[in-house]
């Protein structure tokens, strides 16, 4: 729970966020009637109350207020050419005309898997499912299946979605010393834990040791190309490298998780570290905005989901490979083309100089990280490596994160409340500059609240 209302600072931003977003909260008081905690969500939740959007156009959205923000959240990076895209409405809406998922075999599967195999290297076939999750889960599986062995390693603090195995230390446990073990929930079976293995991130040297030691248990290491829940930081040079080098040494399968990053690079973002993974994890954007997952990879493995196998994965899903999806997905991919990717990459670059400099003309010592069009704000002092890094830093600094998101919102800007910030292709340098000065001045509004509350920010 936050505890803004401790400091007069954080009065004042409440404050004035409840005068501004009044209807959302009578929306949020009526909500909690009907929604466990008012929410469905847990990442488009914060206190006091979530703010209820009512529409978005391009780069902007509309709350049920009146006010307007510049989206900088993108439904947590899926919408990348913003809201209501004229051509994926067109798409979309032609399909819908058609009906919405035919509950058959369509031609448009093969064509967004033609599309994807195109895009991504080391993708020889493809196969559809309705999120992130179950795109990771079925990578998990295939990986087992074509193995022949259970478990699976991770990282400490990584996020793969929502299913048991993926839970697994999506948060690390920061109080300790020395190297993360497995650790989950209560409501994830313990049964589970003795296969997952976990490392922290940027450290080969332990994923050494435990393949060495392990690699007749292991099916696959899932890694993302740059951390992203864990802390949105990139790897360490040579560390992807290493991980492909290691897995072949040690006859262990590499899933990419490409769910938020595939966006930064054209064939995603392993290719900008020229590596092949065997299996990559997709989801949000392919979809154009509708939900999605998918995974693709070397076509020896793939092919264990194919009829023709004589012991076939069972894959299926009411909503696999949806009509409606798969053209707003592939409309979405024809326009995010290499141009864009690199356009929108260099006006994050800009968001993220423009951040910097108001940290540093303001004497604090936040760290701004990430790469093109996603970045991520942490209050800490030195550059993060690991997830443990990240927690521990977050952890004091809970409510400023907290009030600074709010700030950002009483001043038009929508980001994630971790403190990411994320583009969309309708954003010119107007947006981002408009961004800028927001941030600019919410650094200044919070600056007396650092000098109370986490003085070890301060530059002097
Ligand atoms: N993997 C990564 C890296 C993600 O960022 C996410 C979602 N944020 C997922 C998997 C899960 O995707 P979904 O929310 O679509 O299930």
Not at 25 to 31: D, K, L, V
Not at 232 to 254: H, N, S
Not at 325 to 336: D, K, R, S, V
Request: charged share 25%; hydrophobic share 35%; glycine share 10%.
């Amino acid at each position: 729970m936050n505890n803004y209302e401790s400091h007069e600072i954080g009065r004042d931003i409440v404050k004035r966020y409840r005068k501004k977003t009044g209807q959302s909260g009578r929306h949020f008081e009526a909500a909690k009637n009907w929604l466990p905690g008012g929410e469905t969500r847990k990442a488009s939740y914060y206190t006091p109350y979530p703010t209820f959007m009512e529409k978005g156009a391009g780069c902007y959205l509309y709350d049920c207020d009146g006010n307007t923000y510049i989206d900088m959240q993108n439904n947590y990076t899926s919408l990348v050419l913003g809201h209501a895209h004229p051509r994926v409405n067109e798409v979309a809406k032609s399909q819908m005309e058609k009906g919405v998922v035919l509950g058959s075999a369509a031609e448009i599967q093969y064509r967004h898997a033609e599309h994807l195999c195109n895009r991504i290297p080391c993708v020889e076939t493809v196969r559809y499912g309705n999120s992130g999750t179950e795109a990771t889960l079925f990578a998990m599986r295939v990986a087992r299946g074509f193995t022949g062995k259970e478990g699976i390693l991770k990282m400490d603090g990584g996020y793969h979605g929502m299913h048991d195995y993926a839970q697994v230390n999506i948060f690390p446990k920061f109080k300790e010393e020395g190297l993360p073990e497995p650790w989950a929930e209560p409501w994830i079976p313990r049964n589970l834990l003795k296969d997952i293995y976990i490392a922290p991130y940027n450290d080969l040297e332990t994923v050494k040791d435990i393949l060495k030691k392990h690699k007749d248990q292991i099916a696959a290491v899932i890694v993302e190309p740059m951390f992203s829940a864990g802390g949105m930081f990139l790897p360490e040079p040579g560390y992807l490298k290493g991980m492909r080098e290691l897995t072949e040494q040690y006859g262990v399968l590499l899933i990419l998780d490409e769910v938020m990053m595939f966006r930064l690079q054209y064939g995603g973002l392993h290719t900008h570290y020229d590596i092949t993974p065997d299996i990559v994890a997709l989801g949000k954007i392919i979809g154009g905005g509708f939900p999605v997952g998918a995974i693709g990879g070397r076509k020896d493995i793939m092919e264990l989901f194919s009829p023709d196998h004589p012991h076939p994965i069972f894959h299926s899903g009411t909503f696999n490979g949806n009509n409606i999806t798969l053209e707003a997905g592939l409309a979405t991919l024809e326009l995010y083309n290499g141009k864009e990717v690199e356009r929108l990459n260099t006006l994050g670059d800009r968001l993220r100089e423009g951040f910097k400099k108001a940290l540093q003309s303001s004497g604090i010592k936040a760290q701004v990280t990430g790469m093109g069009s996603l970045l991520m704000v942490h209050w800490r002092e030195e550059k993060p490596k690991t997830a443990r890094d990240v927690f521990t830093a977050m952890l004091p600094a809970w409510d400023l994160a907290g009030l600074f998101h709010l700030e950002m919102l009483n001043r038009g800007i929508f980001s994630a409340s971790r403190g990411m910030y994320v583009l969309s292709t309708p954003m010119t340098e107007d947006e981002i500059d408009t961004a800028i000065e927001a941030f600019s001045g919410t650094v200044k509004r919070l600056k007396p609240y650092i000098v109370d509350t986490l003085p070890h920010l301060l530059t002097a």
